[in-house]
């Protein structure tokens, strides 16, 4: 998801000289190809996140478009203070854009999980949060944050997820504020945030096996503030059980 991040930034920030990216002294490997055609628009804070945020809302002030980038809890955790008193109650149009959510750098230890992040982040005023569930979501979804004024949380995973909507055509049309329809069933549905999508297809398909004649929806929910209320009160109406 990282890598379809920085492409998509990168073939915006050609067409939009208001972009900027900052990060918090990581993001080696991917960030170069930004900083590298961008050197004006690009700034690595160091190990200051509080800094970095503060640095984006002076420059949202300044009528930027403001991503700050690093590991999900670095730039959440670490400097919630300023996301909320700057960035949030201000209304600034900065993008907070995670990498690892959950446990994807579980080997680094506990200072590394990312499990708190969306609960956190969901209690802020004026924030949009999105989750995409795969590449091409994640795609979609900085396309659409740009396009948006105001604050944006932005959770990717990290590296190597699967395309799961290479064979919809019509997603390139599709709001990323909306529920995706990944699968039609009648019986279950199954809504899924982030990077579980790949786990509630894999899961849909073993209960439909194991359960003769059930057929289970899976909804990929990527945008969860605002919730698409719509979609869930469907399926609400259409099928027995929601998961």
Known sequence: MRTAF????????????????????????????FAQRFPNR??????????????????????KIVFTYSIANFNTFRCIEQIRNDV???????????????????????????????????????????APGDPIEARLAVKTIIENEGPCYLRLGKAGEELIHKNNKKLSNVSIRKAIVVQEGKDITLISTGGMLKTAIGAADRISKQRIGISVRVL???????????AIFEAIRETSAIF
């Not at 920085?6 to 170069?32: H, K």
């Open 6 to 33: 920085i492409e998509t930034l990168c073939e915006l920030a050609e067409q939009n000289d208001r972009i900027w990216l900052l990060c918090g002294d990581l993001g080696y490997s991917v960030l170069e190809r």
């Open 42 to 63: 690009y700034v690595n804070v160091g190990v200051a996140e509080q800094n970095m945020t503060g640095l984006a809302v002076g420059l949202s002030m300044c009528n």
């Open 88 to 130: 949030c109650y201000h209304n600034a149009n900065v993008k907070i854009v995670s990498v690892g959510g959950g446990f994807t750098y579980g080997t680094q230890g506990y200072s590394h999980y990312a499990v708190e992040d969306l609960a956190i982040m969901r209690a802020l005023p004026n924030i949009t949060i999105i």
């Open 220 to 230: 990929s929910m990527p945008t969860i503030k605002p919730i698409d209320k719509e």
